[in-house]
């Protein structure tokens, strides 16, 4: 984070330069590649900027998966500004743009976004819906890490509702998966 901060400068200015030079690639990677720095630093106006110019040079270079990954970012930082509609379908159209690449990876981490939107918007049953495709995506692509997430967000709709039992068995799995994830990245001794 420390390195982005000083160089948060000279990263949009090289997107801006990319963009403007043939290097549309770079544009959008940079771009999306700061997407958490800014979310997390309050930079939401700036991310938000160097996303359109992603967006912008992945459209006139055809790059699918460069869209969906600009539209994905950007619906997340709508989220944040309360846009839940617009963030809806920014992520249904990432969705559909992820799924035409044949991105599961990615299309598991936007119906898990969408899921998010859902909750907070109140409708839990399709949010849990929208979490067992995550979750199926999650497999077929052996990502642990993600179905642990996704379990833990069933939880915490389970508990939400009521329903304990159903919770702690979701946690559960969850804690599973983890220690499975982190185990398999344990050092060799």
Same mark, same amino acid.
């Given at each position: 984070m420390a390195w982005l901060r000083a160089e948060r400068a000279n990263l949009?200015?090289? *997107?801006?330069?990319a963009a403007r030079h043939g290097h549309p690639t770079h544009a959008i990677r940079i771009s999306v590649a700061m997407t958490e720095f800014h979310r997390r630093s309050g930079h939401w106006l700036e991310a938000l900027t160097l996303l359109r110019i992603a967006l912008d040079a992945a459209l006139a270079t055809d790059d699918v998966a460069g869209q969906a990954m600009a539209r994905r970012d950007t619906a997340t930082l709508e989220v944040l500004q309360g846009k839940y509609e617009r963030a809806e379908a920014g992520l249904l159209t990432a969705l559909e743009?992820?799924?035409s690449v044949g991105d599961r990876r990615q299309e598991a981490a936007t119906l898990h976004n969408l899921a998010r939107i859902q909750c907070?918007?109140?409708r839990f049953g399709e949010a849990e819906g929208i979490?067992?495709?995550?979750l199926d995506r999650f *497999?077929?692509?052996d990502d642990r890490r993600g179905q642990a997430v996704i379990w833990i967000d069933m939880g915490q709709l389970q508990q939400l509702g009521g329903h304990c039992d159903e919770a702690i068995?979701?946690?559960e799995k969850a804690l599973e998966l983890l220690g499975t994830w982190t185990s398999s990245r344990?050092?060799?001794?």
């Open positions: 949009r200015a090289a *997107v801006e330069y743009l992820f799924r907070l918007t109140g979490l067992r495709q995550a *497999v077929d692509v068995a979701h946690l344990a050092p060799m001794p």
